[in-house]
């Protein structure tokens, strides 16, 4: 019973080449049966491969006929092959019923081949996305138990053992691993992640046992969201696909007014016999025939957007891989863009009679206790070494903290805060101060009873591959490129510097932004604006070609733009403008070839030197060659 299943089963998903196939023997063994004078035979045999090869072509031709009144490519091959066949039952040559049944064959495996190239990039694109399983193994009351992914509420605590998928999106509440984030993020090397880290539905775990907490609805999950918007991409067709579809709608109704006109007017003007110009009308139906054309554009756009898939670059439609080939400015935001967003500890300069260890020991004492992103910093940066926890800790939003420590009272703030406490500073930090504040470094100083100890520099640290990106992208010959950041002059100077961005906008509230780019449009037509969080939305609404970065960005960020990074890996923006770039010089390739096709088998058909199996084999020939010529960006 199992191969008559996977028999049906492979029907069912190959319609199309079940179709072919059997219209292929049934004209085989037709055109047998005629040449050995069974005609009985061959009439039963050519009629059911009219039927198994056409039927489909002709059920959306006349769909689209009744429905939209409209004409289409399918319905003018039917005809074509019809009229070949009723023209060899009037005239006896029954090579003209093979030649119509041959029309049918071609235009069916030509329809195979097509939707094999669209299962292919289908595929390619979905086996990225069916990554999560379809239970998770939740803690409840100290047991596990395995419920439905969908019944998972956020709070819930799961258990992720080595070598599983995880479920859901979530944070590490216990145990440490290494994951295998490429589905997901388009990193090649697994990433360690312990308590803390945030971990994504459909990554695979390593070594290690893992218990996550749900943060986020499974629905909303970062996989989901992908689902959804590749989703979306496959179903929106871009700009030059409507003009072509407008295009399909007007061009065959003039071809069948001309085939009309080419059927009955020979006769009277050139005194052809009415075999003759019935026969070069059909001819003329098949080769005029925009297929080539129609299927120029669609595979090229699904085979680089499966490819920035694998790659960790997700297009929301067609029409964002056809404009980042054409940008000729990007705006990028700075905090958590061309920076991490995650402040670190970046200099340490001690009093004289104090050491820079003294110093991190001393402030990662007080800042243990608090939750702002400066203290996490210093007391990361403190790591092993020895210090004892203050008690009595109190923190002044926007200023400081103090508390005591080893019975001495430790300050830790701003300048002013600090002078609150201690009114002699150290003749050689000024100075320092100064220049840090210049570059755009926040300054903490560090007191303990009525003595400076210190000073830290903290800084957002610049991503890795921010400059090399900046560099690329000027080399791909993008004109303008600018930064954007509510931050203040300094610390926005100091960063574009640092990347290699020679214009700087500070100081911006998201309208701001927003006017940015509207200006660069007006100089640049085509700008992208790459971003991440929700002060960057209305920007990224607004470019050209709105980039989000995947990880770090924020839901609102992720939902307004129109390519997102999966892995935050800027160097990927300069892939994703080489896709772009790639896929409209193949797109114009292929237009010029089917152009240039159908023009060869008009004069061809005018001058009487092809038959219709010629014109069927160039016609369909062309369809297949432009359809796998698009398949080169899967590459």
Avoid at 273 to 299: G, K, N, Q
Avoid at 321 to 328: A, H, S
Avoid at 457 to 483: C, F, H, N, P, Y
Avoid at 523 to 535: C, H, L, R, S
Wanted: charged fraction near 20%; aromatic fraction near 6%; hydrophobic fraction near 50%.
């Amino acid at each position: 019973m199992l191969y008559p299943q996977r028999l049906g089963q492979f029907t069912r998903e190959h319609a199309d080449t079940v179709a072919a196939l059997l219209c292929g023997l049934l004209l085989l063994f037709g055109w047998f049966a005629l040449h050995l004078g069974w005609l009985g035979l061959a009439f039963l045999l050519l009629p059911a491969a009219y039927v198994i090869g056409g039927y489909e072509s002709a059920r959306e031709g006349l769909t689209t006929l009744l429905k939209e009144k409209e004409l289409d490519v399918d319905l003018l091959m039917i005809v074509a092959a019809i009229g070949a066949a009723s023209l060899g039952l009037w005239r006896r040559e029954y090579q003209l019923i093979i030649d119509g049944a041959i029309l049918i064959l071609i235009f069916a495996i030509s329809g195979a081949l097509e939707g094999y190239a669209m299962q292919r990039t289908e595929r390619s694109i979905r086996s990225l996305m069916s990554l999560t399983p379809d239970t998770a193994r939740v803690l409840l009351q100290g047991r596990e138990e395995e419920i439905p992914i969908g019944q998972l509420k956020v709070g819930d605590e799961i258990v992720v053992k080595p070598g599983e998928l995880i479920p859901t999106d979530g944070i590490i509440l216990s145990g440490y691993s290494t994951l295998n984030q490429a589905a997901i993020t388009g990193e090649s090397l697994p990433v360690e992640k312990t308590v803390g880290a945030e971990v994504f539905a459909g990554t695979l775990n390593g070594y290690g046992a893992l218990q996550i907490k749900v943060h986020k609805p499974a629905q909303s999950s970062l996989i989901q969201r992908v689902i959804r918007l590749v989703e979306q991409a496959q179903t929106e067709a871009p700009p030059s696909q409507e003009f072509i579809d407008r295009f399909e709608k007007g061009y065959a109704k003039v071809i069948v007014v001309a085939g009309i006109l080419l059927a009955t007017l020979p006769p009277f003007l050139w005194g052809w016999d009415w075999e003759t110009t019935i026969y070069r009308a059909l001819t003329f139906l098949v080769v005029a025939s925009p297929c080539a054309l129609m299927a120029a554009i669609m595979p090229t756009l699904l085979s680089g957007i499966a490819n920035g898939a694998r790659q960790g670059i997700l297009f929301k439609n067609g029409t964002q891989l056809e404009k980042i080939g054409k940008v000729r400015a990007i705006a990028f935001d700075k905090t958590g863009t061309l920076t991490t967003g995650q402040v670190q500890v970046f200099q340490v300069v001690s009093a004289s009679e104090y050491t820079t260890k003294d110093v991190l020991k001393t402030a990662a004492s007080v800042e243990a206790s608090s939750e702002h992103p400066i203290g996490k910093a210093i007391v990361q940066a403190a790591g092993d070494l020895d210090w004892v926890a203050a008690i009595e800790v109190q923190a002044v939003p926007g200023q400081g903290i103090v508390g005591i420590a080893q019975e001495q009272q430790v300050i830790v703030g701003n300048a002013v805060f600090v002078q609150q406490y201690v009114t002699n500073l150290p003749e050689e930090l000024p100075e320092i101060v100064q220049s840090w504040e210049q570059e755009g470094k926040t300054v903490v100083w560090v007191a303990r009873g009525t003595e400076v100890m210190g000073v830290i520099a903290i800084a957002d640290e610049v991503r890795v591959e921010a400059a090399a990106t900046i560099s690329r992208l000027k080399k791909l010959g993008v004109e303008q490129i600018v930064m954007l950041t509510g931050d203040n002059q300094e610390t926005a100077r100091s960063v574009a510097k640092a990347v290699g961005i020679d214009r700087v906008y500070a100081q911006l509230l998201p309208e701001d932004k927003l006017n940015v780019i509207r200006r660069l449009q007006q100089q640049y037509q085509i700008v992208a604006m790459v971003g991440d969080g929700i002060n960057d939305a209305p920007a990224l609404a607004q470019a050209s070609v709105g980039i989000a970065m995947g990880v770090s960005g924020s839901d609102v960020a992720l939902e307004t733009a129109d390519i997102v990074l999966m892995a935050d890996r800027l160097e990927k923006i300069a892939v994703a403008m080489h896709l772009g770039r790639r896929s409209q010089l193949i797109v114009k390739q292929n237009i010029v070839v089917a152009l240039g096709f159908i023009m060869l088998l008009l004069v061809g058909n005018f001058l009487g030197n092809i038959n219709l199996p010629i014109g069927v084999i160039g016609h369909e020939g062309s369809t297949v060659l432009v359809t796998l010529s698009g398949l080169r960006l899967l590459k």
